[in-house]
């Protein structure tokens, strides 16, 4: 059994979200945790979390929204974060790959809902891109919050940081690329803090990089971190569902 940390579902990258849902429970993907990151992706990951009883979501405004996110916008989510189902704030966070233009809106996006992180006692999952430092320097801040560096791909260096903040490390489809550095992390620091994630519909893990990705290619990510610690398929399992259950709150039945 496994569960997808991040992944992100629509309609625009899936004709049949029925079958998308049936293959990845045939995979032995128990639950499926979507990531909600414009307004619209939101409005739908909440409709997939009240249709399927193993969706549950995140929410959060992209950094990629930044120019054009409003305090109205910020009210919608507040609202949303007490549904049942929502189970963290995210992804957000800081992307510097395009140009550093509206940094300060970055900023000030990231920090207004680190603050609703605070105040609804929820995890946060991260996006970072070419920003470590500043993202860093922002989570202190605001020590009493824990969350998910989301896609982890920074130095052992990083990840052993992020670890002592009470973070755990979002491993997907990257470490299985030939020329991926992810395998110095993996090795480094072990099954305690990672967690197992896809990003669907991007990021697809070898065999099938190049293709749509699904929340059903867990196991291959999951195999792959097996051989890099030599421990079984099973231990990856139960540990990082272990993580995945201490950093969320999934409830069943709901
Ligand atoms: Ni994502």
Do not use: W
């Not at 059994?1 to 849902?21: A, G």
């Not at 007490?82 to 940094?103: A, P, R, S």
């Not at 996006?127 to 130095?155: E, M, N, Q, W």
């Not at 979002?170 to 803090?193: C, E, M, P, R």
């Amino acid at each position: 059994m496994f569960i997808d940390t991040h992944c992100h579902l629509s309609l625009e990258d899936y004709d049949d979200i029925d079958q998308v849902i049936d293959e990845n429970r045939n995979a032995g993907i128990e639950k499926m945790i979507i990531s909600g990151c414009t307004k619209g992706s939101i409005i739908e990951s909440l409709d997939f979390s009240h249709k399927y009883d193993n969706v549950y979501v995140t929410i959060g405004f992209h950094p990629s929204e930044a120019s054009f996110t409003t305090d109205d916008d910020l009210v919608f989510l507040e609202t949303k974060l007490q549904e049942k189902k929502v189970i963290g704030i995210g992804e957000i966070g800081l992307d510097y790959h395009y140009g550093k233009e509206n940094i300060l809106q970055q900023k000030n996006l990231f920090m207004k809902q680190l603050e609703l992180a605070e105040r609804y006692h929820l995890p946060v999952v991260i996006h970072s891109r070419d920003a470590t430092r500043d993202t860093i320097d922002i989570l202190k801040k605001f020590p009493d919050v824990i969350g998910d560096i989301h896609c982890f791909s920074g130095s052992v260096e990083t990840a052993k940081e992020y670890i002592s903040m009470g973070y755990y490390l979002g491993i997907g489809g990257v470490v299985t690329f030939k020329n991926s550095n992810l395998y110095q992390v993996v090795s480094a620091v072990g099954l305690d803090h990672i967690l197992l994630e896809t990003d669907s519909p991007y990021l697809t893990p070898e065999p099938y990089r190049g293709k749509k990705n699904s929340s059903k290619y867990i196991p291959f990510i999951a195999q792959k971190i097996s051989n890099i610690l030599d421990v079984s398929l099973d231990e990856v399992s139960k540990k990082t569902l272990f993580n995945t259950n201490s950093l969320f709150d999934l409830k069943d039945n709901l």
